[in-house]
């Protein structure tokens, strides 16, 4: 059956001013690959979000900027994600710094919306540049994902194109 087949299409979309949120996106990019995935990645300056209906899942990568917010670059991101019907199975992951007050804060703030707007699968944060030790819990990240579309895509047989 044509279904069977079907790998769910992954945008993995990332902000990262000093490279520690690039280099996580690099290892769930990495982990996407040993769950059999084929994730499309993005700088989000690279991502038109009106491209957001072409995926069944959507990672969002985030580093944390004043007093716990999300960077600007990803705002218009936020928003675009705001809009969607609640079909697009999520994740988010981020680097931050816990001698900040709001540790990775702006994880916290795409988890809060993901959960209302969309199918919120995991949150992985990291604490600055991510190392070998976090490999685990990238794959762990990605298998949630991955078991959230599974279980979702059960209910809904779709495919995109
Ligand atoms: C001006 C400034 C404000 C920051 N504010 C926070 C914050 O509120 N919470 C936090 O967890 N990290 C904060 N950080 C730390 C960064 O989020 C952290 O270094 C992150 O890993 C940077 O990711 P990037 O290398 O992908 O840009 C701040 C860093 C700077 C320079």
Redesign the pocket.
Known sequence: MALTNYKPKLAIVY????????R?AEMVTDASVRHGLQPEVFSVKEFDPSELLRYDIVVVGT???????IPRQLHRLFEAIEQQSGNLVTGVF?????????????VDLFRDMLHAKTRLAATLKV???PSADDRPRCDAFVKSVRVKYNQYSKTLPMVKS
Do not use: I, K, P, V
Request: proline share 0%; net charge negative.
């Open positions: 902000a990262s001013a000093t490279g520690h949120t690039e996580l580093y944390t900027w004043m007093n716990g917010e981020g680097t931050g710094d816990r001698c900040f007050a709001t540790y990775c804060g702006a604490e600055q540049m």
